[in-house]
């Protein structure tokens, strides 16, 4: 405590200077370097780093649709990576395949190709697409559609959830080519409602099951994809289930890993 009369002014600190944002390091190469320079580093026990190398790819493949190349080439895609070509291939024969890809690797094209080649071929062929978030299914109905309309196809693509308007779900039920929800969704919204509409007869219907889920929804999904599995293997299917989407003639599973893999499953 000072006295009454003293001067109690201090002399002022020096502000100190922070680094310009811009000036920081960044990426995980710098980032990977301050951690090997401090005690952060101890607590790694296995490093592993991968060297660069060039993307393998091939041409499109000759019998995918003119349409089709065309609205791949609007995007800038003139070729496909090899994993790419091989599901678009298994897939168009009738083959039912695991994606194993990196992130940001073109997993989409995987499935999205040989569906929309086969909606050039026969509109009346459906596809289920389930995802494990709402947000994911909402990013790939936009990216799909856009492709459809550049592509000339006429078929819907909509996403069912339960953010989706009534209305909108009985369209979806009655008209759309490709639907976009989610395991719970599917489960508890779609199989006990009354499913989709049997006006849309057809001898090709997907079912594709993007990224990995784990813990007690991995167990759901796991739980209701039998489900689904089983009453589409079943001769004498109830009729509250999508009749539409019976038989499913191809099952395309998609999951992020480290090294690039398509394969029969």
């Known amino acids: 405590m000072s006295a009454v009369g003293e001067d109690t002014s201090r002399e002022p600190r020096p502000f100190r200077r922070v680094d310009e944002p811009w000036a ?151 008209r759309a080519g490709v639907l976009l929800s989610n395991p719970d969704m599917l489960h508890a919204g779609i199989m006990p409602r009354n499913g989709f509409s049997s006006n849309r007869s057809t001898s090709s219907s997907w079912l594709v099951s993007g990224n990995t889920v784990i813990g007690t929804c991995m167990i759901s999904t796991s739980f209701t994809a039998r489900l689904l599995l089983s009453m589409s293997r079943s001769d004498t299917t109830p009729t509250s289930f999508p009749a539409s989407f019976l038989p499913i003639t191809v099952r395309i599973y998609t999951i992020g890993k480290s090294a690039p893999k398509c394969s029969d499953a």
Request: glycine content about 4%.
């Open 24 to 174: 920081r390091p960044r990426g995980a190469a710098e980032v990977l370097e301050r951690w090997r320079s401090g005690s952060t580093w101890r607590n790694v026990t296995w490093s592993h780093a991968v060297a660069p190398h060039e993307a393998s790819v091939v041409p499109m493949p000759e019998s995918l649709a003119p349409a089709l190349v065309r609205a791949m080439r609007q995007r800038g895609i003139r070729e496909l990576y090899d994993h790419q070509a091989r599901a678009f291939e298994l897939a168009s024969e009738g083959k039912h395949l695991v994606v194993a890809t990196p992130t940001a690797s073109g997993k989409s094209l995987c499935y999205n190709l040989p569906i929309l080649q086969a909606l050039v071929s026969d509109p009346s062929a459906t596809a289920l697409y389930l995802f494990p978030t709402k947000a994911l299914s909402r990013d790939q109905e936009e990216a799909l559609r856009a492709l459809m309309r550049d592509a000339d196809l006429s078929v819907g693509a909509i996403t069912y959830d339960g953010d989706t308007p009534n209305d909108a779900r009985r369209a979806a039920r009655q």
